[in-house]
C-alpha cells in the first residue's frame, strides 16, 4: 500500500514559522492535503492542493509540492499557540481512498 | 511500519439494511481506534473513540444506537451502520494508535452508498 511519512514531533517558538514536512512513495495521487486535529476534535481540512501545482498559499498557509521528490510541506507563517495541534498530511487516488501520514505534532511554545 | 487495513473499500446497501465495517491493525495492537466520517468537500468529523474491552465515547450529535462500535480485541474494531438510510451515505475512515506510540495509522477507507 501507499506509505505516506511525516515527523512525529516539531517545537516552534510564537511568531517564527513552522515548516511540516511529508514524503510520500505513490506519485500518481490526484490531490494532497492538510488536516489540523485540536485535542479531542475530529480532523479539520485546512487546505489541499491538486497534484498538478506546485504552490498553494492560504493567508498564513503555505503548501509547496515536490512531485519528483515526492514531498510534500506545509508551512505556517507566525505561528501562534493556537496553530498547537497535530498535523496530517494525506492523499487521495480518486474518489475513494485516503492515505494519511502519522501526523506531526506541532507544540508553539509563547 | 504500523499498517491498519479497513475493510470493505466500497459497499453499496439497500436503505434499511445494516452495514459492517472493520478496521484491523495488522501488525500491532491498539488499544484505541477511532471512527471517522466525511461529507463530501468537508472535514473528517470524529464520531467516536473506541478502546478495547469498554464502551466508545461517542462525540455530541452521534447516534450510539445508530452506529454500533465494539472494540472486542486489541487488533480489531467494527462499526455497523444500522437501520442504514440514503443520509449514511458517506465516506467512514478508521484509525488507530499504537500502544506505547505517538503516530496515528489510518485505514483507507469505506465509502458507503445506501440506495
Known amino acids: 500500500g501507499e506509505d505516506v511519512e511525516q515527523s512525529l514531533f516539531l517545537s516552534v517558538r510564537e511568531g517564527d514559522s513552522s515548516v511540516i514536512n511529508c514524503t510520500y512513495t505513490?506519485?500518481?495521487?490526484?490531490?494532497l492535503y492538510w488536516y489540523k486535529q485540536e485535542p479531542g476534535a475530529g480532523l479539520q481540512l485546512l487546505t489541499y492542493i491538486f497534484s498538478n501545482m506546485d504552490m498553494k498559499q492560504d493567508q498564513r498557509l503555505t503548501v509547496l509540492l515536490n512531485k519528483k521528490d515526492k514531498h510534500l510541506s506545509l508551512r505556517i507563517a507566525d505561528t501562534q499557540t493556537g496553530d498547537s495541534a497535530i498535523y496530517f498530511c494525506a492523499e487521495s487516488f480518486g474518489a475513494n481512498n485516503l492515505f494519511f501520514g502519522t501526523g506531526t505534532r506541532l507544540t508553539v511554545i509563547p | 511500519g504500523a499498517v491498519v487495513s479497513q475493510h470493505p473499500s466500497r459497499v453499496i446497501c439497500k436503505s434499511g439494511t445494516s452495514v459492517k465495517i472493520e478496521c484491523r491493525s495488522l501488525d500491532f495492537q491498539a488499544t484505541t481506534m477511532f471512527w471517522y466520517r466525511q461529507f463530501p468537500k468537508q472535514s473528517l468529523m470524529l464520531m467516536a473513540t473506541?478502546?478495547?474491552?469498554?464502551?466508545?465515547?461517542?462525540e455530541q450529535g452521534v447516534e450510539k444506537d445508530k452506529f454500533l462500535i465494539n472494540h472486542a480485541s486489541l487488533t480489531l474494531s467494527t462499526l455497523t451502520v444500522t437501520s442504514a438510510h440514503p443520509e449514511d451515505s458517506s465516506f467512514y475512515i478508521c484509525?488507530?494508535?499504537?500502544?506505547?506510540?505517538?503516530?496515528?495509522?489510518f485505514g483507507s477507507g469505506t465509502r458507503l452508498t445506501v440506495v
Open positions: 505513490d506519485s500518481s495521487s490526484t490531490y
Open positions: 473506541s478502546n478495547e474491552g469498554s464502551k466508545a465515547t461517542y
Open positions: 484509525s488507530a494508535i499504537k500502544q506505547g506510540a505517538y503516530g496515528y495509522t
